[in-house]
């Protein structure tokens, strides 16, 4: 029964919405990961983590648009009401996860710069770097 | 009679299971844990034996992926060479566990010593009796592997270091080429079952040699499965792994580094013999073979320490069985076969009862020099019975059992060179120099036993039973075997011993007709051959150049000591060549996260931005701005919020701002119809925030003031993957590609409502995202929470571990 009806999904079918060109996005992006970038690049370790979380905030909104913003909410049923698209739900739900993981990452990365200062008596990543050459 | 299935299973994977116990068991037992392995090695020698006794042959086989082209299965294969390995392995595993007992006394690290080495029996077994091309790889791998951690045992010095080192990436080095040459066999034969069916690869040799030789990769093939076997059985010029590999503790020697590893390269050999035989099979393992017999052999006498002497003179006899099954031309092909598959086993016994002999010397004498020996069989006087068998075994004096191997490679040698003349002369010639040497250091290495002892020797304590026993239970081993010669000449053969024999030289023989079934006898001979003169020849030489032993020593070693005559010196320079490419690492590598994230995202944006200039993607045209105008709000306080973040005059305001950035991009998540992302989003924004503050109370401020060109260096590296960043959204969000992925739920979710509500009713859910996250991606959202158990785990471990003071 499940194999028969899963096999059935072989046709095509668009119930996405149809990519546009997103140039407030591209924009917006663009000017996100540069900053964010900016922060990596700084000496001081919290500022370091902020570079990433700005990244990976980037990163999400990212694949939300890859998923097509004019679309409706992808509910089972959504589609009665007239709606042709609906927004891209594997890509919410890889989004969804990744998130998650962020706020893992982020909480680890901030405990490791606490450990850091406590061994290291210091924050600045250029020190750090010094004391092991 | 087919192998059971459950006995093959336990012989493998009892070792496996037991290492994997050994720290439980260390816990229980302590020392005695020695004796626990032992008893394992027993068990799996007791079901190899089954199996040999039983006349179960045959092939066991678990299939894993059963798909046309795809056959991955773990299969093994029983005939006489796999269970001649296998009662080594497990056999000398009883020996050797036992007397580790006794030895590893007073040794550090006794509980990773005994799981290494039962672990080390698995692979060997596993090597012994694998079927499949890729799962011999594996074992063969795994006893490299292990044969590294052993060598390595005493990991604090670095001379140990040093051979371990060694060792792994000469014999794993030949392995890949050993792989290579795999996949050539493998590719032409169209499996990778080498043995056991009708489509194995032995099965089909003579197509599988034509095919080769059509492509031209007959050759090729041939070297690289010959590279393998010489890299692991310490042929020249890569044996020189071997006499660093004695920085192991003495049973390891004994047990990897004379009786077992190193014979699973001619094992390979002789596995491959009927695959590949050919002329330049016997050119290449013959002068291979012949050379390493009689370098080593000159090696050996030129050597100062009893375990270095061994270890030559381990090289030189796998040279010598190599050498055996590289003979293959007209009518001395089997006696090829009885020279490897006789000696295989003769070796085995008299070495590993030499490598325990010297481990009691070292142990109790407190030296391995061999100057300051002597005299040593008035307190040793078992270990002496014990050497005068191994050591005139291994010189191949008769009646020992090394003599028969021996003669049977002066037959094979001279009946080949009578067959095909020539050039051909040089091969009994040379057999008979290279024996001259061995005959002279088994004398030297007898004669330290006997003759006056050096004043400076103090005196020698008498070893426990448990490293005299399995001396003495090979040295009786290797005497049965001298003895059933002697019987042999008188007509009363030792049947058993020579059926098994006659066994591992089916298996290895090439033509299935000829030699199938010959009856395999040894005995001494009692009429004047050539072999017996080339026997008599080396032994009468050997006995007149003795009592130069000690000038030939010093002349050897001033040879060695000649950079371009050493093998050594190749090895060390090519690896200080390599060790110089640390200037690239130094400059690459400074330790400064910036020039890592630098590198990596510059390398990365200039990648891609070179991909689309290359594969000319042009940008979409402006077509007016399609996100409604809230989102257009959003999305600019966003920038502006980060904007702030990277201009933030404190950590908690840079904090603070940091969560508008947060909270704004929730807001674009409602606006998006990504109603789950918005409140997965707020949820974490809020807890991030409240973590950030906990963390800063505790850090000092930091303003880190940066140069002027720092920054403007840095303001570019993030314009450019700013600009990257750029193009690939407007590339990507212009692109429509057809079969989305998405479409396949958006159907089962009821959006055509003609496709019914499918995800509802299996998967019990009205949201689709939810549905997907635990239902068809639930692995991701296990991998979701692994990530954040690891990174809660990690917290408490960097905190409170601290804290407990377990750093420093």
Same mark, same amino acid.
Do not use: C
């Given at each position: 029964m499940m194999g028969s009806v899963l096999a059935a999904g072989g046709e095509a079918g668009a119930y996405v919405p149809a990519r546009e060109p997103q140039f407030v996005l591209a924009v917006v992006l663009g000017l996100l990961f540069a900053l964010g970038t900016f922060l990596v690049l700084r000496r001081d370790i919290v500022r370091v983590v902020w570079g990433i979380t700005i990244l990976s905030q980037a990163a999400n909104v990212y694949l939300v648009t890859m998923g097509g913003l004019a679309g409706s909410v992808p509910f089972v049923g959504h589609g009665d009401h007239g709606a042709t698209a609906t927004t891209d739900p594997l890509v919410q739900a890889l989004v969804l996860t990744a998130i998650v993981i962020g706020f893992g990452t982020t909480a680890f990365a901030l405990v490791l710069t606490y450990r850091v200062y406590e061994e290291h008596g210091t924050i600045d990543l250029t020190e750090i770097g010094d004391t092991h050459e | 009679m087919q192998p059971n299935q459950w006995v093959m299973a336990a012989i493998v994977g009892l070792p496996f299971l037991a290492a994997a116990l050994t720290p439980l068991v260390y816990r229980l037992l302590g020392e005695r844990t020695a004796y626990a392995s032992a008893a394992v090695a027993a068990v799996s020698f007791v079901l190899v034996g089954q199996l040999a006794i039983t006349d179960a042959r045959g092939l066991v086989s678990w299939t894993w992926i059963d798909a046309p082209g795809f056959d991955v299965a773990l299969s093994f294969y029983v005939d006489?060479?796999? %269970?001649?390995?296998?009662?080594?392995?497990?056999?000398?595993g009883i020996l050797i566990l036992t007397y580790s007992g006794g030895y590893m006394h007073e040794e550090p690290g006794k509980m990773k010593f005994y799981a290494t080495l039962l672990a080390f029996m698995g692979s060997m077994l596993g090597v012994a009796f694998a079927a499949d091309l890729i799962v011999l790889f594996v074992f063969w791998e795994l006893t490299s592997i292990s044969s590294f951690i052993l060598i390595g045992h005493y990991t604090g010095e670095t001379s140990s270091q040093y051979a371990a080192r060694k060792s792994m990436l000469i014999t794993v080095a030949g392995g890949l080429f050993m792989l290579l040459g795999f996949l050539l066999v493998a590719g032409e034969g169209g499996t990778f079952q080498l043995l056991g069916t009708d489509q194995a690869l032995i099965a089909q040799a003579e197509s599988i040699r034509e095919g080769l030789r059509a492509d031209g990769l007959f050759v090729p093939a041939l070297v690289l499965i010959g590279i393998g076997a010489a890299a692991k059985s310490a042929q020249v010029p890569l044996h020189i792994w071997l006499p660093n590999a004695m920085e192991a503790p003495t049973p390891v020697s004994a047990f990897l580094h004379s009786a077992t590893m190193v014979k699973a390269g001619v094992y390979l050999v002789g596995r491959f013999r009927p695959l590949l035989v050919s002329d330049e099979w016997q050119l290449l393992f013959v002068t291979m073979g012949l050379v390493t017999m009689t370098v080593a052999a000159i090696l050996a006498?030129?050597? !100062?320490? @009893?375990?270095?002497?061994?270890?030559? !003179?381990?090289?030189?006899?796998? *040279?010598?069985? =190599?050498?055996?099954?590289?003979?293959?031309?007209?009518?001395? $092909?089997?006696?090829?076969?009885?020279?490897?598959?006789?000696?295989?086993? $003769?070796?085995?016994?008299?070495?590993?009862?030499l490598f325990l002999v010297a481990g009691i010397i070292a142990h109790e004498a407190g030296t391995r020099m061999i100057d300051d020996l002597g005299g040593l069989w008035r307190e040793l006087p078992i270990a002496a019975a014990v050497t005068v068998v191994a050591a005139l075994g291994m010189a191949g004096v008769p009646p020992f059992n090394g003599f028969y191997s021996k003669e049977f490679l002066f037959e094979a040698t001279y009946e080949l060179a009578h067959a095909s003349g020539g050039l051909w002369w040089i091969l009994p010639?040379?057999?008979?120099?290279?024996?001259?040497?061995?005959?002279?250091? !088994? @004398?030297? &290495?007898?004669?330290?036993?006997?003759?006056?002892?050096?004043?400076?020797?103090?005196?020698?304590?008498?070893?426990?039973?448990?490293? #005299? %026993?399995?001396?003495?239970?090979?040295?009786?081993?290797? +005497?049965?075997?001298? =003895?059933?010669?002697?019987?042999?000449?008188?007509g009363v053969h030792i049947e058993p011993l020579e059926a098994f024999v006659s066994q591992v030289v089916d298996a290895t023989a090439i033509e299935h007709g000829g030699e199938h079934g010959a009856h395999f006898e040894y005995y001494l001979p009692t009429e004047l051959t050539v072999p017996v003169l080339m026997s008599a020849t080396t032994i009468g030489l050997g006995a007149v150049v003795y009592p130069f032993y000690g000038q030939l020593r010093d002349t050897i070693v001033r040879l060695r000591s000649v950079p371009v005559l050493s093998a050594n010196w190749y090895y060390d320079s090519a690896v200080d060549g390599l060790d110089r490419s640390r200037v690239v690492e130094s400059t690459i590598q400074t330790g400064l996260l910036r020039t890592y994230a630098l590198v990596l995202l510059l390398a990365v944006s200039v990648m891609t931005l070179f991909a689309y200039a290359a594969t000319a993607v042009g940008l979409p045209s402006f077509s007016g701005i399609v996100s409604p105008v809230p989102m257009v709000i959003v999305l600019g306080v966003a920038v502006v919020a980060a904007f702030a973040v990277t201009r933030a005059p404190s950590h908690v305001a840079g904090v603070l701002t940091l969560s508008i950035l947060g909270f704004m991009v929730a807001i674009f998540y409602i606006l998006g119809d990504a109603p789950d992302l918005a409140l997965t989003q707020l949820l974490i924004e809020t807890l991030v925030l409240v973590l950030f503050l906990l963390v800063l109370d505790k850090l000092p401020p930091f303003y880190g003031e940066a140069r002027r060109s720092i920054l403007a260096r840095d303001a570019i590296a993030s314009g450019i993957v700013g600009i990257t960043v750029f193009?690939?959204?407007?590339?990507?969000?212009?692109? $429509?590609?057809?079969?989305?992925?998405? $479409?396949?739920?958006?159907? #089962?979710?009821?959006?055509?409502?003609?496709? *019914?509500?499918? @995800?509802?009713?299996?998967?019990? +859910?009205?949201?689709?995202?939810?549905?997907?996250?635990?239902? &068809?991606?639930?692995?991701?959202? %296990?991998?979701? =929470? !692994?990530?954040?158990?690891?990174?809660? %785990?990690?917290? =408490?471990?960097?905190?409170?571990?601290?804290?407990?003071?377990?750093?420093?």
């Open positions: - | 006489g060479l796999s %269970l001649l390995i296998g009662f080594l392995a497990s056999g000398i006498v030129g050597a !100062s320490d @009893i375990k270095e002497l061994l270890a030559y !003179s381990t090289a030189s006899h796998l *040279g010598l069985i =190599i050498a055996g099954f590289g003979v293959i031309g007209a009518g001395a $092909n089997t006696y090829g076969a009885e020279t490897g598959a006789f000696h295989i086993l $003769n070796h085995a016994a008299f070495k590993a009862a010639a040379v057999a008979v120099f290279g024996s001259v040497f061995t005959f002279l250091y !088994s @004398i030297r &290495f007898l004669m330290l036993f006997f003759g006056e002892k050096p004043d400076a020797l103090g005196h020698v304590h008498a070893p426990p039973w448990s490293m #005299r %026993l399995p001396a003495v239970v090979l040295a009786v081993v290797a +005497g049965i075997i001298g =003895i059933g010669g002697i019987t042999g000449a008188a193009v690939t959204v407007l590339v990507t969000t212009a692109a $429509n590609p057809e079969n989305r992925i998405a $479409n396949f739920f958006l159907e #089962r979710g009821g959006v055509p409502a003609e496709h *019914g509500t499918w @995800i509802l009713d299996y998967g019990g +859910g009205a949201n689709i995202v939810n549905v997907i996250l635990v239902d &068809f991606r639930a692995f991701d959202t %296990l991998g979701e =929470i !692994s990530v954040i158990a690891m990174a809660a %785990l990690s917290v =408490i471990a960097l905190i409170a571990m601290r804290e407990r003071g377990e750093t420093q």
